[in-house]
Structures are given as C-alpha cells and as structure tokens.
C-alpha cells in the first residue's frame, strides 16, 4: 500500500469525535477505498497512536481480543452499548466528517 492511502485512513480515523464511532467500512468509504479490511490492516500495524476504538464491525460489535478494552474506551466518552455492541444509530459519525 502507498503511502498516501495509508496516511488517509489514519487521518480518517484520526477524525472521528470523541463520543462518535464510525465502522471499518464507513473509514474506507470516507477516504475512497473499497476495502474496509484494509482499514483494519492499518489501525493493527500503525494505529496505536490513534482512536482505534472508534472504529467498529459493520453490526457494531468489536473483535473479540480488544472488546473489554474498546468497551471500556468507548463508555468513558459516553457511548452507548446495549447486547455487547455500539448502538450505532445513536453515535455514528456522518459521512463526511472528515474537515
């Protein structure tokens, strides 16, 4: 991947309001790419730095490694999470939220 598409994606994630969430697949469209998995690839290998978890599965559940974590990130800023996912309706960003 070149270095400009994977500078977008963090930028994208980078973006996303605290107390707002946005799915693999809503950064991937944000920023033109097809791929949310390759969303997912960047914030594993260099997205420590970032608020990774803003970012969500498409149904608003998290990985099953990082859920206590994101979990915990995700209630300290005040979203929702009912049944062990995001209620997304509630926080999810609009697309265009990059400024």
Known sequence: MD???HERIRA????????RVATYGDVAAEVGE????LVGRVLSEDGSDL???RVLRANGSSAPQILDEQHARLRAEGVEIRDGRVVLANHRVASGWIT
Not at 12 to 19: D, K, N, S, T, Y
Not at 34 to 37: K, N
């Open 3 to 5: 270095e400009a598409r």
């Open 51 to 53: 608020p990774w978890h």
């Open 12 to 19: 994208a994630v980078a973006a996303i309001p605290e107390g």
């Open 34 to 37: 097809a791929s949310a998995r």
